[in-house]
């Protein structure tokens, strides 16, 4: 098995590694450290406009090729994926301070995902139409848009680059990616594979930099066919009017406010973990964190003293120690996280664990303890805003009607989580969500295949996920055809 080295402050551009167009850099930092890994190539207007011009070049020959076989080409990139499990993991975790456990099952996920589109991209296929009579006959017939933006945000960059590269490929376009400046380094990985296993130059071009410069630059181009953005809802807005001077589709997968919502009938063993672990995973670093526990106040007292010991239990390190938590990514998202805790005890919220009394502040990394706040009012920040940190903000409710309102009372709607015994009352409230993704007695989609990735309200939209993400990146063509009589000629 050969080595899976990513060459330093180069990108990848038509098939092959190169320096930035003026040379510059930027320097990859642990987060656990605060030490440079790696530096990368810092891409500006210059190196966007050439990785466009060569995925517009690769484009007609890949979308032209058998779908039969751009699905054996994932394949391959999905078998050497599998082969470089153990390299991978160490770029996604030490990149983002995850512990490696949880950089692995990144990997896993990434895996999984372009080995389903290996298996979709010859199954997309359009539909014949009824016609008024056997004179016509009409068809659709969904085809690639082109060349498709990439924007992907620092804290999964693996699935993310697997949940949006691999279905615009699988359905015929070319793409240029932009992973984040801060954790390009297992995307670029996942490119190197997909080169190796046979992807044509210019297909996949992969290039990082700033937000201000290469990002504004790639979704503003000219040259641009489809946009898939995944991020801040702030930053996804200016996406959307960058996108109508062109007027260039967009996907958008943004933030999320997601509740647990804790029924007194629901089977608390399995549900405080997995509560504990929807903010805890990944420093809470996650669009569909669950950052709210809407409890029934019949159980509150219970749930609060068992969240609490279970989060003081959560142990944190640096990705190599395979704890359970690692840092924040950045001193940026630290600061970010640090006002919350610092403002919190102001609104009335208690502090239960955690908080900015416990921080461990290290001199090797930017580390804040799993935290927990209870009794905080509907209109708090640490309620309405999205945090990206480790921070649980607990309400109560008396009944399903309250417990429903509340739980849409957010602007956000990507993730509901309901723990409940009565399928009813589960089927009631998954009913009433307003959000695009809906679990019972679990934390997300374990143990569904192809789950979309869907989104409502200012999380945006997306038919990510599952077979629909090929109609995402595809345009359907309708075809009218009328049947001449050739019988008479």
């Known amino acids: 098995m050969a080595h899976l080295d990513i060459p330093a402050a180069r990108q990848l551009i038509d098939g ?4 930035a167009c003026d040379q510059g850099d930027l320097s990859i930092l ?8 790696q530096p ?3 891409a500006r207007a210059a190196d966007v406009d050439l990785a466009v011009a060569a995925a517009r070049r690769a484009f007609p ?7 039969s076989e751009r699905g054996a080409i994932l394949r391959r990139w999905a078998d050497l994926i599998g082969e470089h499990v153990e390299q991978l993991a160490v770029y996604e975790a030490r990149d983002v301070g995850k512990p490696l456990s949880g950089g692995r099952s990144n990997i896993f996920i990434a895996h999984g995902i372009i080995d389903y589109f290996a298996g979709a991209a010859d199954k997309l296929t359009g539909v014949t139409l009824p016609t008024r009579s056997s004179d016509y006959f009409g068809y659709t017939q969904p085809e690639p848009y082109g060349v ?14 697997a949940a949006n590269v691999a279905p615009a490929l699988a359905a015929g376009n070319a793409v240029v990616l932009k992973p984040s400046e801060i954790a390009p380094l297992a995307p670029f990985a996942l490119a190197e594979l997909a080169r190796r296993a046979g992807l044509p130059p210019g297909v996949l071009n992969v290039l990082t930099g700033l937000g201000a410069e290469a990002g504004v630059a790639l979704t503003g181009h000219r040259d641009i066919d489809h946009i898939s953005f995944v991020g801040s809802t702030a930053t996804g807005r200016a996406v959307m009017r960058a996108a109508a001077e062109h007027l260039v ?13 804790l029924f007194a009938d629901a089977d608390l063993d399995t549900a405080i973990p997995a509560i504990v672990y929807s903010i805890t995973e990944n420093a809470g670093q996650n669009c569909y964190a669950g950052s709210r526990l809407l409890v029934e106040e019949s159980i509150r007292g219970e749930v609060v003293e068992r969240v609490a010991a279970a989060m003081a239990a959560v142990r944190m390190g640096a990705w190599h120690e395979d704890l359970d938590m690692g840092p924040l990514v950045s001193e940026a998202q630290y600061r970010r996280v640090l006002g919350f805790l610092t403002e919190a005890p102001g609104s009335g919220a208690r502090l239960v664990t955690g908080g900015a009394p416990a921080l461990e502040r290290r001199d090797d990394g930017w580390f804040v303890p799993p935290t927990l706040f209870d009794r905080v009012d509907r209109s708090a920040r640490l309620v309405r805003e999205e945090i990206f940190g480790p921070v649980l903000a607990v309400e109560s409710f008396t009944g399903t009607d309250q417990a429903i309102a509340m739980m849409n009372d957010v602007d956000f709607g990507l993730l509901a989580c309901i723990w409940t015994t009565d399928v009813s009352r589960a089927l009631r409230v998954a009913h009433e969500a307003r959000s695009g993704q ?10 569904v295949i192809g789950f979309p990735f869907n989104m409502q309200k200012d999380s945006g939209f997306s038919r990510g996920g599952g077979y629909a993400a090929l109609r995402e990146y595809t345009q359907e063509k309708a075809v009218a055809v009328r049947l ?4 008479r000629s």
């Open 61 to 67: 020959a890949w979308a032209a090729t058998s779908p």
């Open 40 to 42: 990368v190539a810092r």
């Open 438 to 447: 809906v679990t019972v007695n679990q934390f997300h989609d374990a143990g």
């Open 484 to 487: 001449l009589d050739r019988r």
């Open 16 to 19: 092959a590694w190169v320096a």
């Open 148 to 161: 498709c933006a990439v924007v992907i945000p620092w804290n999964v960059p693996a699935v993310l680059t």
């Open 249 to 261: 589709p967009v996907k958008l997968e943004l933030g999320g406010k997601s509740p647990n919502v």
């Open 30 to 37: 642990d987060p656990a450290t605060q030490q440079p890994i």
